[in-house]
């Protein structure tokens, strides 16, 4: 029997039975791009691992909304309350206007995520269709107490907010008073902060700054944090299930917007559950591009990268992705995309596979099929176990490839065929179907090049004309004319056009 779905949380370290807040609906929000520049191929892994989340969920019956934001505006640099906003400073250097970069990587960043095969999510808010809430926001934070303006600017006050009992700090499990240690001397040129773990809500913007807003305070625009819990709480309510994103935004990112939700009028964590898919690192060390081992996404597609020998597909990216725990580090090698090619393309001859598995004719059923049929069917529920247990894509793929060698043992012998009931194979083939497709999300990616095989038919045409071979001359004609290609015989020898007809 099939196990009820847990995940881990970590914000009570712990790993729990899911249980929606208003089931059937689920509230699901994950950080999105910061669209200053491509996507490399570390942002892939959190909408990977949260496209198979949301399709597993909606398999299990659950009303998903799935929220994705597109920051646009407010991310500084180095993650910093001080410094350039990424998007206007690319803007400043290439002489266009911050939109049109926005604009430009977010359509890119959509392109990558379709061909990894991330599902749309059901609602993608950017940061700078949302000032009016975040405004909002920020007013009732200083209403509550936790927030003070200086020339123009917001922010956070953390001595305050723990000083009422709250617990900053309680995501990332950090001590306010080592943090205080550690930070205090950042604080010059920060001298409007009143502690060195403030931080920004609202920034007034200089004259250097390119998008700004008008708010009660200054012209400006908003603290990078505050986007997010402004936004989720648009649309998924005050309160929801599930908020996920990288290991490297767990602080200060998330800290602080659990720490602006419990700062409103209506204080909570946000969400209930915190889940976090840890870092991807290449050949043993971590990605920079001071290491030269920067690898956008458009690189690994096409193998255009000196840390790589060949291009890699969207499917075997994908699967590369899925064959670890979303909790445990990946390390991109070559051999590990090479191998994660060849289990991708195995399932695809898996899908292949299925509708052949049919027992002879003639061929008499087993009168007992008891004992195959247990064997059968627990490995086909072996394959569950895996995603209900924190969402263990690893350990499904290892359940799917057992469950495929015994089907592949089938399909060697038909005949073996009679030791199982029908409604056992049958129950085997929809659940590897199932989760391959609609809750993996692999599907088959064509390899073969339309213009190559049309060369080599083409070849073949000419040496069947050569041979006087008449009767395959007009087959190889009629095939290619139901596929709309006509051949051209000509004094320059064979070529194609499409038909017009």
């Not at 943090?179 to 409007?192: I, K, M, P, V």
Request: glycine share 8%.
């Amino acid at each position: 029997m099939q196990h009820p779905l847990s995940l881990y949380n970590t914000l009570t370290r712990r790993k729990d039975i899911f249980t929606p807040l208003n089931a059937p609906f689920v509230g699901v929000y994950l950080c999105g791009p910061t669209v200053y520049s491509e996507a490399h191929v570390g942002n892939a892994r959190g909408p990977v691992i949260f496209d198979v989340l949301t399709r597993y969920l909606r398999h299990l019956g659950y009303t998903v909304r799935y929220v994705r934001n597109i920051t646009d505006v407010g991310h500084l640099e180095g993650d910093a309350d001080e410094g350039e906003d990424k998007i206007s400073k690319n803007a400043r250097a290439r002489q266009l206007e911050p939109m049109q970069v926005a604009e430009q990587y977010a359509h890119l960043y959509h392109r990558h995520m379709e061909a990894l095969g991330c599902l749309p999510p059901d609602i993608e808010p950017r940061a700078s269709g949302h000032i009016t809430e975040q405004v909002q926001m920020v007013q009732e934070i200083i209403d509550n107490g936790f927030g003070y303006e200086v020339n123009g600017s917001v922010y956070f006050d953390v001595p305050a907010y723990n000083a009422a009992g709250r617990a900053y700090g309680k995501l990332s499990n950090r001590v306010v008073e080592e943090l205080l240690a550690g930070s205090r001397d950042n604080l010059a040129g920060q001298d409007e902060k009143r502690s060195p773990l403030d931080f920004a809500l609202w920034k007034r913007a200089d004259e250097r700054h390119l998008m700004r807003w008008p708010s009660p305070w200054s012209e400006g625009f908003p603290g990078w944090h505050l986007e997010c819990s402004a936004m989720s709480r648009k649309y998924l309510g005050a309160e929801y299930d599930i908020h996920g994103g990288g290991l490297d935004l767990m602080f200060p990112h998330h800290e602080c917007e659990i720490a602006q939700s419990q700062a409103c009028h209506r204080p909570t964590n946000e969400a209930r559950v915190w889940m976090h898919n840890n870092m991807l690192t290449v050949n043993g060390q971590k990605m920079s591009k001071s290491l030269g081992n920067f690898i956008t996404i458009s690189e690994l597609f096409s193998g255009q990268n000196a840390t790589l020998t060949q291009a890699y597909s969207p499917m075997t990216v994908r699967f590369f992705l899925l064959q670890a725990h979303y909790r445990s580090p990946v390390d991109i090698t070559d051999d590990g995309l090479q191998a994660a090619r060849k289990g991708y393309r195995k399932l695809m001859n898996g899908l292949r596979l299925l509708d052949k598995l049919h027992l002879p004719a003639g061929t008499e059923r087993a009168a007992d099929t008891t004992a195959a049929d247990a064997e059968l069917r627990k490995l086909t529920q072996d394959c569950w176990q895996g995603l209900n247990d924190d969402l263990n894509t690893a350990r499904t793929i290892a359940s799917l490839f057992n469950l495929l060698r015994k089907l592949n043992g089938y399909a060697a012998n038909l005949p073996t065929l009679a030791q199982v009931s029908e409604a056992a194979l049958q129950e085997a083939t929809t659940v590897f179907r199932t989760l391959v497709q609609e809750v993996l999300g692999l599907h088959d990616e064509p390899r073969a090049n339309a213009e190559d095989l049309l060369s080599l038919t083409l070849r073949f045409y000419q040496e069947a004309k050569d041979a006087k071979d008449y009767g395959k001359v007009d087959d190889i004609r009629a095939a290619l004319k139901t596929q709309g290609i006509v051949v051209k015989d000509t004094k320059a020898g064979v070529d194609w056009a499409y038909s017009e007809e």
